[in-house]
């Protein structure tokens, strides 16, 4: 495997094997990854549920089904902003849906801008090869007392691609679908 540089990225993206919708602007791309922007979309986990048997708690198996029963869903206009708070936790969509090639995968970094605003983006994970859609990042305010405010289209973490030595055909399960699919009652 070998992280793919700028110029690679930028003939790749001719060639139509990585593409970026919308389109990148001239302050995403770096010398061996490409900036992604913050999206409308904010999932904010709910903590518990009325039951017959009275307040119960979810666990945190349900992060993994963005849907109004487990998360508040908020979707923002232009202009709007959403205030993060102190030691808060959610789930936010990238601006960008991505097209990664069958031959390529790519890891996701915060920027250290993210990380000097007192958040951790919680990038454990990898962007499959041939993956297409939006990206739902993990996000946290670790400060104890101050909110962070967040701006749809502003950049939040960085993408580095990398060559596999051969394709991969696997599709993830998240592949071409929205971010809150599912997210009706």
Known sequence: MSILTKKEILDLVKTGAIAFTPRLDSFQLQGHSVDLRLGFT?????????TAKGREAFDVTHFNTPSNKYFDIIELEGGQYFDLLPNEYILVSTFESIKVPNDVMAVLYPRSSTNRKGMSLDLTGIIDAGYEGQLILPIRNNTRSQTVRLYPGERLCQIVFERLESPVEHKSKYHRKDVIEGAQK
């Open 42 to 50: 904010f999932m904010v986990p709910k903590s518990w549920h009325l």
